[in-house]
């Protein structure tokens, strides 16, 4: 707040010129967005196609569940104020990025995720605890599963994403070598007259072929003075 009034002319224009720059923020609906986002998309914008699995999208329905569950479990530990005031807190990181934007990523959410793991945390050693006699061992079974569970989807999720990047990777090694081949030498550099240079990649599908890319001469840096 203090570097709002001092750099940018009070809170209210900061918050206006942060919302002019991406592009007008104002009540949307972008839950869906986030669900989509979860299948390994780095950033969802337009944020269209096909939800993932249920089991990709099935933890994030069930973190705030868990959550409640820890409060619940810090009400009887006598240590609600703690938990309350880190599950405000995710609260109010999160419901900017989930009712105010148009577009997702799964790194919005990071800052919640990580405080709402402490209450979630509470919980699970919470039912670990209360269980008694023949439950016991049935409880730990399924919090075992659960977590494991967890944790093989996410590392699918996370090999498609590295296979993905890795792809992308070799095919900018492929343009770089035909662009070289064709005598694009520095400080000649490719250009593009698009509005949106990254909507839109040269192996995009009816893109021009690399030989065909447009080239533009970097100019001089000015003078020293």
Not at 14 to 24: A, E, N, V
Not at 47 to 62: D, H, R
Not at 69 to 95: E, Q
Request: with cysteine; aromatic share 8%; glycine share 8%.
């Amino acid at each position: 707040m203090i570097e709002a009034y001092v750099s940018f002319g009070g809170l209210a224009q900061r918050l206006s010129d942060g919302s002019r720059i991406q592009g007008g923020l104002s009540w949307n609906n972008a839950v869906g967005d986030q669900l989509r986002s979860l299948g390994g998309r780095i950033l969802c914008r337009p944020c269209t196609g096909t939800m993932p699995s249920t089991a990709v999208t099935l933890w994030w329905f069930a973190l705030p569940v868990f959550a409640v569950l820890g409060l619940v479990a810090a009400i009887r530990m006598r240590r609600v104020a703690a938990t309350a005031l880190t599950c405000a807190c995710a609260g109010t990181a999160a419901i900017p990025y989930l009712f105010f934007i148009g577009y997702a990523a799964p790194r919005f959410l990071l800052p919640a995720y990580a405080l709402l793991a402490l209450p979630v945390a509470d919980a699970l050693v919470f039912l670990l605890t209360v269980s008694r006699g023949v439950w016991r061992p049935v409880a730990v079974t399924a919090v075992a599963v659960g977590l494991l569970g967890h944790l093989a989807i996410q590392a699918s999720v996370l090999e498609r994403l590295v296979l993905g990047t890795a792809r992308g990777h070799q095919r900018w090694d492929h343009i770089a070598a035909e662009l070289h081949r064709n005598g694009v030498r520095p400080p000649c550099s490719p250009a593009t007259t698009l509005k949106h240079p990254r909507s839109r990649s040269p192996f995009t599908p009816g893109a021009p072929p690399p030989t065909q890319a447009a080239t533009t001469r970097t100019p001089p840096p000015p003078p020293s003075y």
